[in-house]
Protein backbone atom coordinates (compact mmCIF):
# COMPACT_ATOMS: atom_id res chain seq x y z
CA UNK A 1 0.00 0.00 0.00
CA UNK A 2 1.98 3.16 -1.18
CA UNK A 3 -0.74 5.55 -0.54
CA UNK A 4 0.02 8.62 -2.98
CA UNK A 5 3.19 8.44 -5.38
CA UNK A 6 4.31 11.36 -7.43
CA UNK A 7 6.82 11.56 -9.93
CA UNK A 8 9.28 13.05 -11.52
CA UNK A 9 10.81 13.81 -7.69
CA UNK A 10 12.70 16.83 -9.33
CA UNK A 11 12.95 18.60 -12.47
CA UNK A 12 14.75 21.44 -14.27
CA UNK A 13 12.84 23.43 -17.19
CA UNK A 14 13.69 26.01 -19.77
CA UNK A 15 11.04 28.87 -19.84
CA UNK A 16 8.40 28.09 -21.78
CA UNK A 17 8.78 24.32 -22.08
CA UNK A 18 5.75 22.28 -20.98
CA UNK A 19 5.64 19.09 -18.61
CA UNK A 20 3.73 16.65 -17.40
CA UNK A 21 3.55 15.75 -12.91
CA UNK A 22 2.24 12.40 -12.45
CA UNK A 23 0.18 11.45 -9.28
CA UNK A 24 -1.70 8.25 -8.62
CA UNK A 25 -3.01 6.97 -5.32
CA UNK A 26 -3.95 3.27 -3.85
CA UNK A 27 -6.58 4.12 -1.63
CA UNK A 28 -9.87 4.19 -3.35
CA UNK A 29 -10.51 7.90 -2.82
CA UNK A 30 -12.87 9.68 -4.78
CA UNK A 31 -10.91 12.90 -4.16
CA UNK A 32 -7.64 14.22 -6.03
CA UNK A 33 -5.75 17.61 -5.29
CA UNK A 34 -2.50 19.42 -6.57
CA UNK A 35 -1.17 21.79 -4.42
CA UNK A 36 2.10 24.15 -4.63
CA UNK A 37 4.20 25.24 -1.61
CA UNK A 38 6.36 28.34 -2.20
CA UNK A 39 9.31 29.45 0.73
CA UNK A 40 7.53 31.31 3.83
CA UNK A 41 3.60 30.08 2.53
CA UNK A 42 1.22 27.35 3.14
CA UNK A 43 -0.01 24.83 0.98
CA UNK A 44 -2.58 26.73 -2.12
CA UNK A 45 -4.78 24.99 -4.08
CA UNK A 46 -4.25 24.63 -7.20
CA UNK A 47 -6.80 22.62 -9.26
CA UNK A 48 -9.03 19.91 -7.13
CA UNK A 49 -11.11 16.38 -8.61
CA UNK A 50 -14.24 15.41 -6.23
CA UNK A 51 -14.39 12.59 -8.48
CA UNK A 52 -13.24 10.25 -11.89
CA UNK A 53 -14.52 13.08 -14.81
CA UNK A 54 -14.69 16.18 -12.63
CA UNK A 55 -12.18 19.32 -11.88
CA UNK A 56 -12.29 22.34 -10.62
CA UNK A 57 -9.95 25.66 -9.79
CA UNK A 58 -8.53 25.84 -6.64
CA UNK A 59 -7.00 29.32 -5.01
CA UNK A 60 -3.75 29.66 -7.67
CA UNK A 61 -5.21 28.00 -11.21
CA UNK A 62 -3.75 30.37 -14.05
CA UNK A 63 -0.92 28.26 -15.97
CA UNK A 64 -1.49 24.81 -15.81
CA UNK A 65 -4.04 22.14 -16.22
CA UNK A 66 -5.07 19.02 -14.66
CA UNK A 67 -6.46 15.84 -16.21
CA UNK A 68 -8.36 13.42 -14.11
CA UNK A 69 -7.39 10.37 -16.21
CA UNK A 70 -9.17 7.49 -13.64
CA UNK A 71 -10.21 6.93 -10.37
CA UNK A 72 -6.75 6.38 -9.10
CA UNK A 73 -4.50 9.16 -11.32
CA UNK A 74 -4.50 13.09 -11.71
CA UNK A 75 -2.20 14.97 -13.83
CA UNK A 76 -0.77 18.22 -13.87
CA UNK A 77 0.33 20.06 -17.04
CA UNK A 78 2.46 22.85 -17.27
CA UNK A 79 2.03 24.22 -21.07
CA UNK A 80 4.42 26.98 -21.00
CA UNK A 81 6.70 27.06 -17.96
CA UNK A 82 7.57 30.50 -16.27
CA UNK A 83 9.92 31.41 -13.34
CA UNK A 84 6.77 31.84 -11.21
CA UNK A 85 6.01 28.61 -11.48
CA UNK A 86 9.64 27.30 -9.82
CA UNK A 87 8.04 25.47 -6.50
CA UNK A 88 7.36 22.28 -4.63
CA UNK A 89 4.23 20.59 -5.90
CA UNK A 90 1.96 18.26 -4.18
CA UNK A 91 -0.49 15.83 -4.92
CA UNK A 92 -2.94 15.00 -2.33
CA UNK A 93 -5.97 12.26 -1.98
CA UNK A 94 -8.82 12.00 0.34
CA UNK A 95 -12.23 13.52 1.69
CA UNK A 96 -12.43 14.80 5.03
CA UNK A 97 -8.52 13.72 6.00
CA UNK A 98 -6.24 14.49 2.77
CA UNK A 99 -3.34 12.40 2.58
CA UNK A 100 -0.13 13.86 0.29
CA UNK A 101 2.36 12.29 -1.57
CA UNK A 102 6.19 13.27 -1.33
CA UNK A 103 6.30 16.09 -3.81
CA UNK A 104 7.82 17.46 -7.08
CA UNK A 105 10.73 20.37 -6.83
CA UNK A 106 10.13 22.24 -10.12
CA UNK A 107 13.01 24.79 -10.74
CA UNK A 108 12.01 27.09 -13.79
CA UNK A 109 14.82 28.86 -15.39
CA UNK B 1 -7.00 33.64 -1.19
CA UNK B 2 -7.60 33.20 2.01
CA UNK B 3 -4.81 31.63 4.65
CA UNK B 4 -5.18 30.92 8.45
CA UNK B 5 -2.74 32.41 11.07
CA UNK B 6 -0.68 30.21 12.74
CA UNK B 7 1.46 31.48 15.36
CA UNK B 8 3.69 31.40 16.56
CA UNK B 9 6.15 31.44 13.04
CA UNK B 10 9.02 29.44 15.01
CA UNK B 11 9.65 28.21 18.15
CA UNK B 12 13.42 26.97 19.44
CA UNK B 13 13.21 24.97 22.59
CA UNK B 14 15.27 22.64 24.43
CA UNK B 15 14.08 18.66 24.49
CA UNK B 16 11.76 17.93 26.99
CA UNK B 17 10.14 21.15 26.91
CA UNK B 18 6.66 21.77 26.18
CA UNK B 19 5.24 23.11 22.89
CA UNK B 20 2.24 25.27 22.25
CA UNK B 21 0.82 26.81 19.23
CA UNK B 22 -2.66 27.87 17.46
CA UNK B 23 -3.84 28.62 13.88
CA UNK B 24 -6.92 31.38 13.80
CA UNK B 25 -9.43 32.65 11.22
CA UNK B 26 -11.70 34.71 10.57
CA UNK B 27 -14.07 32.79 9.05
CA UNK B 28 -16.00 29.27 10.42
CA UNK B 29 -14.72 25.79 9.98
CA UNK B 30 -15.72 22.40 10.39
CA UNK B 31 -13.06 20.12 10.51
CA UNK B 32 -9.58 21.30 11.59
CA UNK B 33 -6.48 19.14 10.44
CA UNK B 34 -2.77 18.96 12.10
CA UNK B 35 -0.07 18.01 9.80
CA UNK B 36 4.01 17.83 10.40
CA UNK B 37 6.51 18.14 7.30
CA UNK B 38 10.11 16.96 7.34
CA UNK B 39 12.36 18.31 5.21
CA UNK B 40 12.09 17.32 1.79
CA UNK B 41 8.79 15.12 2.20
CA UNK B 42 5.27 15.70 2.10
CA UNK B 43 2.91 16.59 5.07
CA UNK B 44 1.20 13.82 7.24
CA UNK B 45 -1.70 14.12 8.95
CA UNK B 46 -1.10 14.24 12.86
CA UNK B 47 -4.35 14.69 14.11
CA UNK B 48 -8.53 15.83 12.77
CA UNK B 49 -10.70 17.29 14.86
CA UNK B 50 -14.51 17.43 13.83
CA UNK B 51 -16.62 18.87 16.40
CA UNK B 52 -16.42 22.25 18.25
CA UNK B 53 -14.51 21.68 21.43
CA UNK B 54 -13.27 18.14 21.01
CA UNK B 55 -10.03 17.74 22.34
CA UNK B 56 -8.21 15.00 20.58
CA UNK B 57 -4.54 13.01 21.59
CA UNK B 58 -2.14 11.32 19.51
CA UNK B 59 0.64 9.84 21.84
CA UNK B 60 2.39 12.80 23.27
CA UNK B 61 0.50 15.30 21.07
CA UNK B 62 -2.97 17.11 21.91
CA UNK B 63 -5.34 19.37 19.50
CA UNK B 64 -8.68 21.02 20.47
CA UNK B 65 -11.12 22.16 18.16
CA UNK B 66 -11.99 26.06 19.49
CA UNK B 67 -15.49 26.54 20.75
CA UNK B 68 -15.64 29.62 18.50
CA UNK B 69 -14.59 27.22 15.08
CA UNK B 70 -12.36 29.60 13.96
CA UNK B 71 -9.87 28.62 16.31
CA UNK B 72 -7.85 25.27 16.81
CA UNK B 73 -4.54 24.43 19.09
CA UNK B 74 -2.11 22.08 18.89
CA UNK B 75 0.42 21.27 22.12
CA UNK B 76 3.00 18.65 22.33
CA UNK B 77 4.68 17.40 25.50
CA UNK B 78 7.82 16.30 26.69
CA UNK B 79 9.66 17.40 23.13
CA UNK B 80 12.02 14.92 21.15
CA UNK B 81 14.54 15.29 18.66
CA UNK B 82 12.30 13.73 15.88
CA UNK B 83 9.50 16.80 16.76
CA UNK B 84 11.44 18.95 14.84
CA UNK B 85 9.88 19.80 11.51
CA UNK B 86 7.20 22.40 10.42
CA UNK B 87 3.88 21.65 11.84
CA UNK B 88 0.87 23.31 9.64
CA UNK B 89 -3.24 24.06 10.38
CA UNK B 90 -5.43 23.46 8.13
CA UNK B 91 -9.38 24.17 8.05
CA UNK B 92 -12.18 22.64 5.90
CA UNK B 93 -15.44 23.66 5.86
CA UNK B 94 -17.09 20.40 4.91
CA UNK B 95 -20.91 19.37 3.49
CA UNK B 96 -19.48 18.53 0.12
CA UNK B 97 -16.63 21.14 0.13
CA UNK B 98 -13.51 19.86 0.92
CA UNK B 99 -11.17 22.17 0.17
CA UNK B 100 -8.21 22.60 2.91
CA UNK B 101 -7.26 26.20 3.68
CA UNK B 102 -3.38 26.18 5.05
CA UNK B 103 -1.41 27.99 7.64
CA UNK B 104 1.58 29.34 6.95
CA UNK B 105 3.48 27.13 9.52
CA UNK B 106 5.31 26.99 12.59
CA UNK B 107 8.95 26.09 12.19
CA UNK B 108 9.79 23.48 15.54
CA UNK B 109 13.43 23.96 16.01
CA UNK B 110 15.25 21.91 18.99
CA UNK B 111 18.27 23.66 20.65
CA UNK B 112 20.70 20.97 21.72
Known amino acids: NAGVTQTPKFQVLKTGQSMTLQCAQDMNHNSMYWYRQDPGMGLRLIYYSASEGTTDKGEVPNGYNVSRLNKREFSLRLESAAPSQTSVYFC????????FGPGTRLTVT | GQQLNQSPQSMFIQEGEDVSMNCTSS?????WLWYKQDPGEGPVLLIALYKAGELTSNGRLTAQFGITRKDSFLNISASIPSDVGIYFC????????????FGTGTRLTIIP
Open chain 1, 92 to 99: ASGGYEQY
Open chain 2, 90 to 101: AGQLGGGNEKLT
Open chain 2, 27 to 31: SIFNT
